[in-house]
């Protein structure tokens, strides 16, 4: 009883301290609507905006492109030569690329 009864007579004393401190971390790390939810939801919304920003500009370039294949049709023979890699009767397309092969080539017929 005698360690018991000096806790009491602290907690006595500082009862509203002690329930100030605890509502702040109920408040600000504990529950549904803490703060930091509220900071990770907005860091979630900074980060739709600017997934919504990237599609709208690709929405534009696209606007652009699909104004430029109603209006002109070489645009259509050079969206097909580039995107598509087609061609006339009388060309030939060599397609160069710049990315590296890091896999060793192996003689498939010794294994």
């Given amino acids: 009883m005698n360690r018991i009864n000096p806790i009491l007579k602290y907690?006595?004393?500082h009862k509203y301290l002690i329930v100030v401190a605890l509502g702040v971390v109920i408040i600000g790390f504990v529950g549904e609507n803490s703060i930091?939810?509220?900071?990770?939801n907005r860091m979630l919304v900074r980060e739709m905006k600017a997934e919504i920003n990237a599609y709208n500009e690709q929405y534009e370039k696209d606007k652009?492109?699909?104004?430029?294949?109603?209006?002109?049709?070489k645009a259509i023979?050079?969206?097909?030569?580039?995107?598509?890699?087609m061609k006339t009767e009388d060309e030939d397309i060599f397609v160069?690329?710049?990315?590296?092969?890091d896999k060793t080539e192996e003689n498939e017929t010794a294994q």
């Fill in 36 to 40: 930091l939810k509220h900071v990770q």
């Fill in 11 to 13: 907690v006595g004393r």
């Fill in 96 to 101: 160069l690329s710049d990315d590296k092969n």
């Fill in 77 to 85: 023979t050079k969206i097909a030569r580039e995107q598509y890699f």
């Fill in 64 to 73: 652009q492109t699909l104004k430029e294949l109603m209006h002109n049709p």
